[in-house]
């Protein structure tokens, strides 16, 4: 931890809202203790210009070389203090919210002294966490002009003539000799004329009788390589295009296509459409559609409607000329990586490749443009050489270290929540607005995904003391990261019973599914799990 | 910049609102559409305050007025709370049972409403459409149709595929009218693969739903892992 760090804490009254149910005076005192605070500062309202104004000044006279804000939700006003905080010459990594208004004296209105012990802890956690944060640049890369169509579908073709409409030099690969297979008939005309239009076309280069071979690169550039469909004769030379789209009509093809690129198959074979739950910004479209038959069986009204609107969704992407990803992709400390390609497994992203280092090994190498920072490749990494910027393992330690350093919760069992954003961040958050009252023992470490959690934090956390580990993830088939929610269930598995084998509780680690929208069912599940941490008998320490 | 609220003299700032600078100073005004991360609507009428800006006194909406020099305000005149308890009955009318507007009715005096309308907890106030346009950057949703057939809708009233579920639309809703289900549920369509399908009848359940949510349903009869490790207690 870098000791001679100034780090200023804001604490936001929001009118009455949190200053009515939290004594602000002595959290004020109990913060200025914390290591590395240079001032304290409350605000009236945090969010209005004044309040922002006042931040600013703080940061220019006191030297700020962090913030934390202490008010409402990061969920709304995250971007408005964050903006303040870069045009008051600071890094928007090195600002933090952290609620202590829906999280504490929203959802503790009874109990002030509980409620304020809650918000001390939770700024300890947020102080702490900042300190190993480690600010990031945005991944950017231009997209090159261009597209391929593989397969002269019906979806291929309506998708290779509105791009080419456009202006968009196009390149239809097929491996018959004629395009459309056994349609006739499309909603406007025969599949004869579409052909013939697609074929004279000048801005579509048309490969009958091709395949392709071999696809490599990454988004925005992708390098094509394309054979005889017959002999294994060398064809035309490789070209790259800016963006792919897939439109074959044989479920072979369709298999060998989904591997080669990436794309989730359903238990039919088919490609469901990708669709990655983030936020805008912080994934990088990736330039692969998909229409038409690989899809499911469409008649050839949908399969047309499916290739413009892949076609339309693809100029999106051409035409924004550069795409970037602001998400704070993971890095790999070289020296540090012994290759053993784990992290390329569990991408769910493909975002690592193996690729020859200094030595003699190869070793992994992020690609921070589809990187989402989801934590897979750090929890799976067995020699911890893959760090997120924002969010290491050095971060989480400290900040369950923080969260249990402080010995009283009036008597309420310690329980730490690892809380999905997307899930039981929400869901808590929500509680809080709605008035809901939980168990005031509990503390809430915010992760991207559920997958981020490590086991050794919930070792870390009972040897510092935790009563109980509760870790909070999206449903089944609800991950905002291609099914990661599954490996936090596998590790829990795992855990709980090595944990039993070893004389220790295992009720004392649980995974909870959490809908987003049910605070109701959230509230329900954490104060069931801390009454049972009060049942259950006492814990004897790790270490015993 | 100087100007007079309920006969008191603050100091602001310019480009400050009404509302913002009276906030600021300790003066509380009523809200329902205003949040802090967007942009001013003024479509709730509650923060409706009067001001005189030389040519005598007008009622004006404090969240989208500007600060002025001289600028008087009055912001619990007879005037300002006739005008809010109009506002408040008016909502009375459709979202009775929403404790934010109960509250406000005790605030204001409104016990029951002279007008009766289908209960409904959603107040229009635009804050879900604008969180999802101005902080989260998608805008799954929008507000649809004109007079009494105004609602937040998805485009087409079809299940959205934009949506990134991040709950922002929900936490903002200031009287708990907007589910997640609304926006990505699809009763009675279901939206995958850029083409529009009917619901089917689920043959496990029975109800509609589209073909993700079954795999959903069947995932989650899986128990939790709880079983045998238990057990063995220390």
């Known amino acids: ?77 995250e971007p408005r203090f964050r903006t303040a905080c870069e045009q008051g010459g600071l890094d928007g990594d090195r600002f933090k919210l952290v609620d202590i208004r829906e999280g504490c004296a929203w959802a503790h209105p009874d109990d002030v002294e509980a409620a304020t012990l809650k918000a001390a802890d939770l700024i300890r956690m947020g102080t702490a966490e900042l300190s190993f944060r480690k600010p990031h640049s945005p991944a950017t890369v231009e997209v090159l002009p261009s597209a391929l169509v593989i397969g002269g579908s019906v979806a291929g073709m309506s998708a290779a003539l509105a791009l080419a409409d456009e202006g968009i030099p196009v390149k239809l690969v097929e491996r018959e000799a004629s395009m459309g297979g056994p349609i006739r008939k499309t909603a406007n005309g025969s599949v004869a004329a579409m052909s013939k239009a697609v074929l004279e076309h000048p801005q579509v280069e048309v490969m009958l009788e091709k395949r392709i071979t071999a696809v490599t690169g990454t988004v925005g550039r992708y390098s094509v390589t394309v054979d005889e469909a017959s002999s294994r004769e060398k064809g035309a030379p490789e070209f790259k295009v800016g963006a792919i789209i897939v439109a074959t009509r044989t479920q072979p093809d369709i298999g060998a296509l989904a591997y080669k690129f990436g794309i989730p198959q359903d238990e039919n074979g088919f490609l469901p459409a990708a669709r990655y739950r983030l936020r805008p910004g912080n994934y990088a479209d990736r330039g692969i559609y998909v229409c038409g038959a ?80 989801c934590g897979n490749c750090a929890v799976a990494c067995p020699s911890k050489a893959i760090e997120l910027p924002l969010s290491s393992d050095a971060a989480l330690f400290s900040q369950i270290e923080a969260a249990l350093v402080s010995r009283s919760t009036n008597g309420q069992p310690r329980v730490l929540v690892f809380g999905c954003e997307w899930s039981s961040q929400v869901a808590a958050e929500l509680a809080g607005a709605h008035r809901l009252n939980y168990p005031s023992g509990i503390r809430s470490v915010r992760m991207e995904c559920s997958t981020r959690f490590d086991p050794t934090f919930a070792l870390w956390a ?26 936090a269930q596998d590790r829990i598995k795992t855990l709980r ?39 259950i008998p006492p814990r004897r320490s790790l270490a015993e | 910049m100087r100007l007079e609220i309920d006969g008191n003299e603050i100091e602001t700032k ?32 509650l923060c409706m305050v009067e001001v005189d800006a030389g040519r005598g006194w007008q009622l004006v909406a404090s969240c989208a007025y500007p600060c002025a020099e001289d600028l008087k305000v009055r912001t ?70 004109r007079g009494i057939d105004k609602k937040v809708s998805t485009p087409f009233l079809i299940a959205s595929n934009e949506c990134i579920e991040c709950g922002t639309c929900v936490l903002i809703c200031p009287t708990g009218a907007i589910q997640l289900e609304d926006i990505i549920g699809g009763k009675t369509d279901v939206h995958t693969w850029e083409s529009e399908f009917d619901a089917q009848e689920c043959r496990i359940c029975g109800q509609n739903h589209s073909f993700t949510d079954h795999e959903i349903l069947r995932v989650e009869d899986e128990p939790v892992p709880e079983r045998a490790l238990d057990r063995s207690q220390s």
């Open chain 1, 1 to 77: 931890m870098n000791e001679d760090r100034r780090l200023g804490v804001m604490i936001c009254e929001c009118g009455d809202q949190i200053g009515s149910n939290l004594d602000l005076d002595a959290l004020a005192r109990q913060v200025d203790e914390f290591p590395g605070v240079a001032t304290t500062r409350r605000l009236r309202y945090g969010c209005s210009p004044d309040g922002l104004a006042s931040m600013q000044s703080a940061i220019a006279e006191e030297v700020l070389d962090a913030v934390l804000v202490a008010g409402c939700t990061p969920r709304t006003l």
């Open chain 1, 294 to 373: 690989p899809h499911h069986p469409t008649d050839e009204h949908q399969a047309e409607f499916q290739g413009v609107r892949a076609a339309l969704s693809a100029l999106g992407h051409l035409a924004s000329g550069s795409v970037a990803n602001y998400a704070p992709a993971a890095v790999v400390d070289q020296d540090l990586c012994t290759g053993c390609a784990s992290c390329v497994a569990a991408c769910p992203f493909l975002a690592i490749s193996m690729q020859s280092g200094p030595g003699l090994l190869d070793v992994a190498r992020v690609d921070p443009i589809l990187c989402s920072a």
């Open chain 1, 462 to 487: 009972f040897h510092h003391g935790a009563d109980g580990v509760l870790l909070t993830a999206c449903r089944p088939g609800k991950c905002h990261y291609a099914g990661s929610n599954r490996n």
């Open chain 1, 497 to 535: 019973s090595q944990l039993s084998a070893s004389g220790f509780d295992s009720r004392r680690l649980r995974l909870e599914w959490v809908q987003p929208d049910d605070p109701e069912a959230y509230v329900d599940k954490v104060s069931r799990f801390s009454d049972l941490m009060t049942q």
């Open chain 2, 14 to 45: 310019p480009g400050r609102t009404v509302l913002t600078a009276a906030r600021e100073h300790g003066f509380e005004i009523p809200t329902l559409c205003f949040h802090e991360a967007l942009e001013p609507f003024a479509a709730c009428r």
């Open chain 2, 76 to 145: 619990h005149s007879e005037p300002v709370l006739r005008s809010r308890r109009t506002t408040v009955e008016l909502l009375m009318a459709s979202a009775s049972e929403v404790p934010v507007i109960r509250q406000l009715a005790e605030q204001l005096g409104v016990d029951s409403p002279r007008f009766n309308m289908e209960a409904d907890d959603c107040i229009l106030c635009g804050l879900c459409v604008r969180a999802c346009a101005e902080i989260v950057g998608v805008s799954a949703i929008s507000v649809i149709n």
